[in-house]
């Protein structure tokens, strides 16, 4: 099914902090207003409610693999699912693996989207697999993060190997490479992680 695509999308973090309660009253009547008369964003607000109210079984699944913010991860957390963090940002390798009892690893991924229309965020295997392609992710004016998360399900299929995760940008009919990641995935563990 296709609509008219929108010139002006809500973005995914409107969407998210919409359904978590978290807008301010004239962010809420402002999204409100704007989904009243374009299709395409209603059924994205709709999808939204999906997302967060089904979004903890889905990364137990294994299924996962979505742009989130941290009103989700609140959420999630609150419901008992546990997350692990990554952040990336700057330069050098990043260590990473999936511990027993994680439930979500999630990629705090920080980039300059000042100019961005919208976001592609790619993460390949040392092999050159791509295993997710988030693609025209929108964005908020001066956002500087993007939380790309994995179901650590799904991660501990892989095994231990470099991964990279580039970042780029839609600036009008241009498209920018932002940033570039490197994360060194240590493999799956059957133990519980210490100190962390
Ligand atoms: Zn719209």
Not at 24 to 37: L, N, Y
Not at 44 to 59: C, F, N, S, Y
Not at 124 to 144: H, K, M, T, Y
Not at 164 to 179: N, T
Request: aromatic letters at 6%; proline letters at 4%.
């Amino acid at each position: 099914m296709t609509g008219t695509p929108c010139s002006a999308p809500i973005a995914f973090a409107d969407v998210v902090d919409y359904w978590a309660g978290e807008l301010t009253g004239a962010d809420h009547d402002r999204i409100e207003e704007h989904v009243f008369s374009c299709d395409a964003c209603a059924r994205e607000l709709a999808d939204g409610e999906k997302l967060v109210r089904g979004i903890g079984a889905v990364a137990r699944d294994g299924r996962l693999h979505s742009v989130v913010t941290d009103a989700i991860l609140n959420r999630l957390a609150a419901d008992g699912v546990r997350i692990r963090m990554f952040t990336l940002d700057g330069s050098g390798v990043v260590p990473c693996a999936v511990w027993a009892g994680d439930d979500l690893v999630v990629s705090r991924i920080r980039a300059d989207f000042a100019d961005a229309d919208s976001v592609t965020i790619v993460t390949r295997l040392a092999s050159g697999e791509e295993i997710s392609r988030l693609a025209d992710i929108p964005v908020r004016p001066g956002q500087r993060e993007i939380l790309n998360a994995f179901s650590a399900a799904r991660l501990r299929t892989l095994p231990a190997t470099r991964v990279s995760v580039s970042v780029s940008a839609r600036v009008g009919s241009d498209e920018r490479m932002l940033a570039e990641y490197t994360l060194e995935h240590g493999g799956s563990f059957d133990r519980p992680s210490g100190g962390r």
